[in-house]
């Protein structure tokens, strides 16, 4: 595709502040960074301490701060993990996925901060070596496969001179048609974590060791299915354009653009995005049991103990809220996920905040289902019906950025 003329930036009227999420996303993740420096800096000089006064009593001049739950779910041991079974092992996997927003708007700065990857079709899933066996979870936690793989200590035969400790975790797409875990991310690999490593470390690791292992070879009895990687380009006008139109060796299912400096976050992030159009994705818009496409977009929301109807976000975005002789009669209680239709009503934004959801219930979800929408999915839904951002835009936003930087360039040279 040739690049797009366009000198401006699209905008369109503000319905998420996803750019703002962004902006503080990032910086939490590096104030966990100079928190984690700061202890390791203050253990240090009480360890310096103890050793120069070994009479004294000496007592630290810090407390350690106790852990948050999320980051404790996080770090429970994979290997315990591996060996729970039923509800607690769907839970646990459950919880553990980066889960992508969708692109609302363009992100500042594509063309400089940001990846861009053809996103294969299929079952998102973990991937964990461990015990000398593989498995793989999809997101709601339910078991995919168990087999025997090349990862580090994912089969009883190989990997011999690895530690009995070593395992690894990896983010993939189970692609049906080729019988192949396309990986996307690397989380752990031979025991060692990468959740606090940017997305530019976690490529480069991934593409370096996963061939080492044999894990891309063809499938054997202690191999049984092929592990490949996605090609990642840096989103630039030949890198988009090369993820969009360029031939893959799998079935397509929209971009996925991921921010060079994310860490691996557990849950939904605006530091991964998704997007789609009807060139790069059989299914833009959402189908139904039948696959077909309703006349209304349906949504997923979750009933909490108020009655208020809640997105899957982390704060939730509150849809709506049902009277609790509504929730009495027809027998809902808290943690339902209920799916609804927006009516011709649709949905109404103030300052770039959801006002009011024109929703007609429509029943309780399959049972299998984990999570409700989250916002991002919902908004993305309901632009691509009214006024999608095209890949036109993105086009011209990566110039406008380009226009921008030479700019201050020349203005430096003057």
């Known amino acids: 595709m040739a690049p797009h003329d366009l000198r401006r930036p699209f905008k369109r009227a503000a319905i998420s502040d996803q750019q703002r999420r962004r902006e503080l996303t990032l910086q939490r993740q590096s104030q966990h960074r100079r928190d984690a420096q700061h202890q390791a800096r203050c253990l240090a000089n009480s360890i310096l301490s103890l050793q120069n006064d070994a009479v004294a009593d000496i007592e630290p001049e810090f407390e350690i701060d106790p852990q948050p739950e999320e980051e404790h779910a996080r770090d429970f041991d994979v290997r315990q993990a591996a060996r729970l079974r039923g ?183 605006p530091l991964v995005l998704v997007w789609k159009d009807e060139n790069c994705s059989q299914y833009v818009l959402d189908t139904d049991s039948k696959g077909q496409v309703p006349d209304q977009q349906q949504v997923v929301l979750e009933l909490l103990d108020d009655g208020r109807l809640a997105t899957s976000d982390d704060p939730t975005v509150i849809f709506g809220c049902l009277n609790t002789d509504f929730i009495q009669k027809t027998g809902l209680v808290a943690t339902n996920l209920l799916r609804f239709a927006i009516n011709e009503g649709g949905l109404c934004f103030a300052d770039g905040k959801l006002e009011r959801a024109d929703l007609h219930y429509l029943g309780k979800t399959n049972r299998a289902r984990a999570f409700a929408d989250s916002y991002s999915k919902i908004m993305f839904q309901y632009t691509a019906r009214h006024s999608p951002l095209r890949i036109e835009h993105l086009f011209a936003s990566i110039n406008s950025t380009n226009v921008q930087e030479n700019s201050s360039d020349a203005d430096m040279a003057g």
């Open 87 to 269: 509800p607690e092992a769907r839970l646990w996997f459950a919880k553990q996925l980066m889960l992508p927003e969708w692109m609302i708007d363009v992100p500042d700065r594509l063309s400089v901060d940001w990846y861009v990857c053809a996103r294969p079709a299929g079952k998102r899933c973990f991937v964990v070596s461990s015990n000398g066996t593989t498995v793989s979870r999809l997101r709601n936690g339910s078991q995919l496969h168990r087999f025997p793989s090349a990862l580090p200590n994912g089969a009883k035969t190989n990997n011999s001179s690895r530690s009995g400790q070593s395992y690894c975790i990896l983010d993939c797409i189970f692609h049906e048609p080729d019988q192949t875990y396309y990986v996307i991310d690397m989380v752990c690999w031979a025991g060692m974590s990468l959740y606090e490593c940017t997305a530019e470390f976690r490529f480069f690791w991934l593409n370096s060791k996963l061939a080492e292992t044999g894990a891309c070879n063809d499938p054997s009895p202690y191999h049984r299915y092929s592990f490949k990687t996605v090609v990642v380009y840096n989103c630039d006008q030949e890198g988009l354009s090369a993820a969009y139109t360029g031939p893959v060796p799998y079935v397509k299912d929209g971009l996925l653009f991921s921010n060079k400096h994310a860490h691996y976050q557990s849950g939904n992030t």
